[in-house]
């Protein structure tokens, strides 16, 4: 199967998220979900030293920190909450030749870390890709982003090591990156252990 882009267009629905493609009309919402320092300390979007604490110069960083034009922009979206905004992901990183993809520039509001979201907008992010031909979908996180590396590694993702100094974050000093992947003839597994997270009651999703 000839590996294809998802249409970015299409919303990507679950149970209780709805992942659809984010617009400049969403940024207040999304700041206001995801603008908090907790957010940046773990190590996403640079790290702490790239939070801020305005709309006007947060806007600015999200504008030119995501993949727009080159990768799916999801806003991700409480459906019970009459799809109140809680965070954004990505898949990006088109290799359609080597059928490879990346998900990855995800930030959630703090109220949800923890909860099922992470686990149910994974599990349509990663089926999204395999539907679409992708053979590799790889996951990443910031070394010193233990939280982040601790959610990959729930999903089912195999860890394949670290890449040194990667690039610098915001503060100036090299970023290590944690690298996982999930391969097509894993994704059977991984989605029913993923499903079957989300089959429990939600606080231990």
Not at 57 to 72: H, K, M, P, T
Not at 139 to 155: C, F, G, P, T
């Amino acid at each position: 199967m000839t590996a294809t882009r998802p249409d970015p267009a299409l919303p990507l629905d679950g149970a209780t998220v709805r992942l659809r493609a984010l617009t400049f009309a969403d940024l207040p919402d999304l700041f206001d979900a995801i603008g908090h320092p907790e957010v940046f300390a773990g190590g996403w979007g640079g790290g702490p030293a790239a939070y801020r604490d305005t709309y006007e110069e947060w806007r600015s960083f999200i504008v030119d920190y995501l993949q727009w034009d080159a990768g799916n922009v999801y806003v991700i979206c409480l459906r019970d909450q009459g799809d109140r905004i809680v965070g954004t992901s990505t898949l990006g990183d088109f290799d359609l030749a080597n059928e490879s993809a990346h998900i990855g520039w995800t930030a959630y509001a703090p109220e949800v870390w923890g909860t099922r979201v992470n686990a149910e907008t994974k599990l349509l992010m990663l089926g999204a890709a395999f539907d679409n031909g992708f053979e590799r979908v790889k996951l990443q996180a910031d070394v010193l982003n233990a939280r982040s590396r601790a959610a990959i590694e729930r999903l089912g993702a195999k860890p394949e090591g670290v890449l040194r100094h990667t690039q610098r974050r915001a503060d100036g000093t090299w970023r290590d990156t944690a690298v996982f992947s999930v391969l097509r003839e894993e994704w059977p597994e991984v989605r029913a252990g993923l499903e079957s997270r989300l089959a429990k009651p939600p606080v231990d999703a």
